[in-house]
């Protein structure tokens, strides 16, 4: 069986009912446990205090709002290349959960860093090409809901998307390519390992990671569905229409 199958939106949308109860249920179980273990059963860190466990919201948000254009990405190249319209729907309907988590990262951070930093804002390159992927977010949802013709719609936002690709590569390595900034390097460097947080904090942000990642998924799967729907609810109106 081949993964195009499912660009055709009826096999989609089955497979979507059949995989999102499992997804929403792991969802819930990790985020409850990881958020719960983290805020409720770690310590204070002896620098930051009690601070420090923003974290388990702030790491999880930041790295699916950058993970989340990404995926729109790939979904938006398919559409340009393969023109399955599920493909530019999936990427439609994972643009407002990107921005939710953008916001939930950037308000976390400013209250995480004012303490740290001694100030809720700064232009360090990290923060910035953060707060301008978020405007891309919001330039992309903008985009879809002022182009009338879907088709025409989905190619724009498949090129704003490549374009706004490169603010979200800053987003994950601005600290690798200027030394300067406030903003600490990545502490749970899952790739190549050396992380830089204590056990009694990553397991349960892991956890919290996790949970954010299958919420997301949940949420697209869900959204994504509701295009499909709302497209064919379209097609069906103009084909009455036009039979008066």
């Keep these: 069986m081949s993964l195009w199958e499912y660009a ?3 096999k989609f949308l089955g497979l979507s009912a059949r995989v999102q109860p499992y997804v929403w249920g792991g969802a819930t179980l990790c985020l409850i446990v ?3 273990w983290g805020f409720f059963g770690t310590p204070d860190d ?4 009690s601070t420090v466990k923003i974290i388990y ?3 999880p948000a930041a790295l699916m709002a950058i993970n989340a254009w990404f995926m729109m990405l790939v979904a938006s190249l398919v559409w340009l290349i393969r023109r399955h319209h599920v493909s530019a729907l999936a990427a439609k ?3 407002p959960v990107g921005v939710t988590m953008t916001v939930i990262a950037l308000i976390t951070g400013a209250i ?3 303490p740290m930093w001694g100030t809720w804002w700064a232009w360090d390159p990290r923060l910035t090409s953060f707060l301008i992927l978020f405007l891309f977010y919001l330039g992309y949802i903008a985009l879809w809901e002022a182009v009338e013709d879907p088709d025409t719609a989905a190619d724009l936002t498949s090129v704003l998307c490549l374009v706004g690709s490169v603010f979200a590569v800053l987003s994950r390595y601005a600290v690798k390519f200027w030394n300067q900034g406030l903003h600490q390097g990545t502490s749970v460097p899952l790739a190549t390992g050396g992380r830089t947080v204590s056990d009694v904090f990553f397991y349960p942000l892991l956890i ?3 949970g ?3 919420l997301f998924l949940a949420l697209v799967l869900y959204r994504t569905g509701t295009e499909i729907r709302l497209r064919r609810a379209r097609a069906l109106l103009a084909r009455s229409e036009r039979g008066a």
């Design 212 to 214: 954010f990642g299958l």
């Design 57 to 59: 919201l702030h790491v």
């Design 46 to 49: 002896y620098r930051q205090g």
């Design 34 to 36: 990881g958020l719960g």
């Design 112 to 114: 995480w860093g004012q």
């Design 93 to 95: 309907a994972a643009a």
């Design 208 to 210: 919290s990671m996790i």
């Design 8 to 10: 055709n939106p009826v």
